[in-house]
Each structure stands twice: as structure tokens, then as C-alpha cells.
């Protein structure tokens, strides 16, 4: 129903930047809460971020607080993470979920997954 592609992961240095981007497919984007959630190296999946429908709240892991933000521009149905003061602990496969309800994304369990993209954080 929904197809969402991530971009924008690379390779920066602590206290750097990085952008992520997800594209959603089909007119029904702004029917969906939006969320970005990592996976590192022999981790579990944690929750990152997510968005309400209309961006009006969103929400966050600790260990991101002050340093993320996530933001939606529905007309070009896509979603953004800002990378702030990056560590090395940011190291990540990051991928970006949807769904109706923002409560199963920050639940862990969005019905729509990206495919994910890489961030590494060096030293």
C-alpha cells in the first residue's frame, strides 16, 4: 500500500550532519504518522522518532533529544530526520515506517517499513 524509500546516510565525522530523507509512494502520505527507527551492529531495532500526520507533534528516544529533529512536507510526501552532533553511538542502519496510528510506530510496530540506509559516525 505504502512504498517508502530512504536517502541521505553516509559516512561523517562526530559533531557532524546528516540529512535523511523518505519518499513515500501513492496520494495517502499525509494519511499516515511517519517515524524513523536504527538498527546498529548486532542491535536490536530501536525507535527513533516519529511525527504526527499533520506535524504538529513528534516524539523521541532520549538519546536523540536535542540533537534530531524530525520533519514532514506532505506536498512532496516525504519525511526528514536532521542529524545533529553526531556520535559515534548514532551508528546505525536507519529506516524510516508509517503508519495510521503514530502509537504502533512508537510502539515498534509501524504496518510500513523502508528499506533503510546506512549512517556511520567515525572517530
Known amino acids: 500500500q505504502v512504498q517508502l524509500v530512504e536517502s541521505g546516510g553516509g559516512l561523517v565525522q562526530a559533531g557532524g550532519s546528516l540529512r535523511l530523507s523518505c519518499a513515500a509512494s501513492?496520494?495517502?502520505?499525509?494519511?499516515?504518522?511517519m517515524g524513523w527507527f536504527r538498527q546498529g551492529p548486532v542491535k536490536e531495532r530501536e525507535f527513533v522518532a516519529a511525527?504526527?500526520?499533520?506535524?504538529?507533534?513528534?516524539y523521541y528516544t532520549d538519546s536523540v533529544k536535542g540533537r534530531f529533529a524530525i520533519s514532514r512536507d506532505n506536498a512532496k510526501n516525504t519525511v526528514y530526520l536532521q542529524m545533529n552532533s553526531l556520535k559515534s553511538e548514532d551508528t546505525a542502519v536507519y529506516y524510516c515506517?508509517?503508519?495510521?496510528?503514530?502509537?504502533?510506530?512508537?510502539?515498534?510496530?509501524?504496518?510500513?517499513w523502508g528499506q533503510g540506509t546506512q549512517v556511520t559516525v567515525s572517530s
Open positions: 501513492g496520494r495517502t502520505f499525509s494519511d499516515n504518522a
Open positions: 515506517a508509517a503508519d495510521m496510528s503514530i502509537n504502533r510506530i512508537r510502539s515498534g510496530v509501524p504496518t510500513h
Open positions: 511525527i504526527t500526520r499533520t506535524g504538529g507533534s513528534s
